[in-house]
């Protein structure tokens, strides 16, 4: 009887670990890139769903004029990488190292801005990446941000999340420029 009895707790223990687990998994924001369709874990970066509705904060209209905020200095972010997948090695006269894509822009309600980057390695060597970001609103600066990007190996393709300024400060734009390998 105390054996069964033993036996009976330690399953309810396994279920109220796995089900709180469960609940707990649920609650964890992820975030689709509206270009590629992938979905950022929170693993990889702090993350939530981008609000669709027009009332949502990040949808309101601003006035960029009015906004005279400035992230002092250079932020270095050393972020992780995830392997999109395999290119072809085209390096060459006409085809440079490696190429970085037009970074998406989304905002983390409650958190802070999210740019989705995309590294492209087109030769044989590994590559070893710095690209500068300059988050802006209305053609103002707001933050400027250097990313050490994880080595890609021959032809990979990485995704590389890059975090901009807090969630209350308006940006309209993100570009970002290899800055290495030259």
Known sequence: MNSVRKFGSAVLGAIF?????AAIAQDLP????SR???VWTPEVVEEASVPTSPNAYVNRAFDPRTQNVVVE???VQHPHA????????????????????APSLQVIPGRHWLSILYLTNNSGATVNAVV???????GQRVEETRIVIPPAGP???????VRGPRYDVFVDRVTCELMSPA
């Open 155 to 161: 032809g990979e393709r990485l995704g590389v999340p």
């Open 132 to 138: 500068g970001c300059h988050f802006t609103n209305g």
């Open 30 to 33: 992820q975030l689709r890139d």
């Open 36 to 38: 590629t369709g992938k």
């Open 82 to 101: 995830n392997l999109m997948g395999i290119v072809p090695i085209t390096a060459g006269p006409a085809v440079p190292i490696a190429t970085i894509d």
């Open 73 to 75: 200095g250079m932020v």
């Open 17 to 21: 670990v796995l089900g709180t687990t």
